[in-house]
């Protein structure tokens, strides 16, 4: 059955040559052959600074913001792209998810009302590219940030579940290693996971 499906570029380059953005091609080229509605988001084209006060916080979400939300509502399957920075997500990235998920929105504004997240219905897959090996990465550092980010913000706005692939050693794959990881990002596309 066709799922609407949201990819979320979180690369701040805009470099079309990034792997990142040939992976979110791929998985939305699977998608779409597979007959799944995909809309994208390129958080590199959106200006959204991070939020620098409780003020910020509690202020009305600009037009782009709100559109993003609008896109988030739609979608029944989350797809995000990024790279590993310094051990976490690119803080164009963390802006982001600061801008759209305000109470309200992602979770209710009363205190009380933790846990209820509003975005139920929807799953998510993460896809993490990274310079240095997957392995170290999940054992080493036990994916640390990556869990945070599924448990801390998307369970807790009531997505999941919650689905990922991490990718090492990008800058050092071989262009054989590189065609397998985006027929992957395919097949996954294809099936909406």
């Keep these: 059955m066709p799922r609407r499906i949201l990819i979320i570029q979180g690369h701040p380059d805009r470099d079309p ?5 040939a992976l979110a091609d791929a998985y939305a080229n699977g998608a779409q052959a597979a007959g799944h509605d995909v809309r994208r988001l390129d958080l590199a084209e959106l200006a ?21 939300q609008e896109a988030i509502l739609a979608a029944e399957h ?11 997500m690119p ?39 990274m310079g240095m090996p997957r392995l170290f990465y999940v054992v080493w550092y036990r994916a640390l940030t990556l869990r945070a980010f ?16 991490i990718i090492g050693n990008v800058e050092g794959m071989t262009p054989v290693a590189r065609a397998g990881w985006l027929e992957r990002m395919r097949a996954l596309g294809a099936a909406a996971r």
């Design 17 to 21: 040559a990034r792997y990142g953005r």
């Design 48 to 68: 959204l600074p991070p939020l620098a006060s409780v003020a910020d916080w509690n202020s009305a979400p600009t037009p782009a913001v709100k559109a993003a």
């Design 78 to 88: 989350l797809v995000f792209f990024y790279p590993l920075w310094l051990g976490a």
């Design 91 to 129: 803080a164009l990235m963390k802006a982001f998810l600061e801008q759209v998920c305000r109470p309200g929105f992602a979770f209710p504004q009363k205190r009380d009302g933790l846990g209820l997240g509003l975005l139920k219905g929807r799953s998510s897959r993460t896809v993490v590219t």
């Design 150 to 165: 599924e448990r801390n913000i998307l369970t807790f706005i009531g997505v999941k579940p919650n689905r990922h692939t």
